[in-house]
């Protein structure tokens, strides 16, 4: 009985471990002390019958008719809305696939990142070879015969 | 097939302008966002206006959604219990609440309404019924924090670091608001003798 007494939890372990939430100890001790404790058994009982009573407050149910009004007025709110928003615009579905290519970009780094050193290499190599560069500025020379091995 | 829709599909075809997904968004979440509201008002008639505006808000707001941060659900539920609780502080501010040992009428009425029924029903029905009011008026009387994560964990059964996610505070500060909330209505039913 020392020994339980000595164990025993704090509540708000034992409510945490009531509502299956991380707890400082491990469940199976708690588990185990509340079987010996009778005060910390009382505590964790009376959290239970409390819980057990927030289950008894009912929700008042609203007609249905209440419901149905309400989803017209919200559906004529949206319509309402939704004419007057700028996405009906012809550059909307521009700014969306944007926006969809920059969080595809952030959420797959590496392939986008081979994708822009790709197209990189690509526009330089069309560049040096429309423009002749490589007559002009030798180096470039060299640049476009690396660029050709690795396209 | 049409039911296993996902939020966040119905979400992107809101924003693209479809009636039918916001009204399928609508007839999901109505009861939850009614409940959460009722929770914290309790009133039917204005956690109904407030469910309504909440909807008004939901879409105002629906590009701010981020499905990388978090659940649709979770999302709109901090939403809707903000809204409550701004909705229940308007309310306050207007008299219109019913705060805890206030001899309220709409408290006077429902007391006689739990006497007319005691004639009719067994004692359990009425102490339940008692015990309920008790913890509504505790829950009226808890600090705003500790009132959203109560009704946000025990009646939407959000888990903890769900709640503080979308709060943006630890975990132990939303543990610490439960508990608080949690013990002092516990201790207040056993003062009133609703625990044995």
Known sequence: MMRAESQHHTEEDLLMYLLGEETLRPAGEIEGHVAECGECAGVLSEYRELLSALREWELPELPEADWSAQKARLLAFFRLERDREPHRAFWYPLLQALDHGWNYALENPLPTMAFVAAATAFALERTISVFALDRLLPVTGELIEILRQVL | ???????????????????????????????????????????????????????????????????????????????????????????????????????????????????????????????????????????????????????????????????????????????????????????????????Q
């Open chain 2, 1 to 195: 097939m049409a039911t296993s829709t996902s939020d966040e599909d119905l979400v992107r075809s809101t924003l693209d302008g479809d009636e039918e997904a916001f009204s399928r968004l609508f007839d999901r979440y109505r009861v939850p966002v009614y409940s959460t509201s009722y929770r914290i008002l309790q009133n039917p008639e204005a956690a109904r206006d407030a469910t309504q505006e909440i909807f008004v808000k939901l879409y105002r707001s629906l590009r701010t959604f981020d499905p990388r941060k978090s659940k649709f659900s979770t999302w709109l539920y901090r939403l809707a219990a903000n809204h409550a609780i701004d909705s229940w502080r308007s309310r306050r501010a207007r008299g219109e609440t019913r705060l805890p040992d206030e001899p309220a009428q709409a408290e006077r009425l429902l007391r006689e309404s739990i006497m007319a029924e005691a004639i009719q029903s067994p004692y359990e029905q009425v102490e339940s019924r008692e015990k309920v009011d008790e913890i509504r008026r505790c829950i009226e009387a808890l600090p705003e924090l500790q009132k959203k994560v109560f009704v946000l964990r025990y009646f939407q059964e959000l888990k903890l670091d769900e709640i503080a996610e979308m709060e943006d505070c630890s975990l132990g500060t939303v543990k610490t608001s439960l508990f608080r909330a949690t013990q002092t209505i516990r201790r207040r039913l056993r003062r009133f003798g609703g625990i």
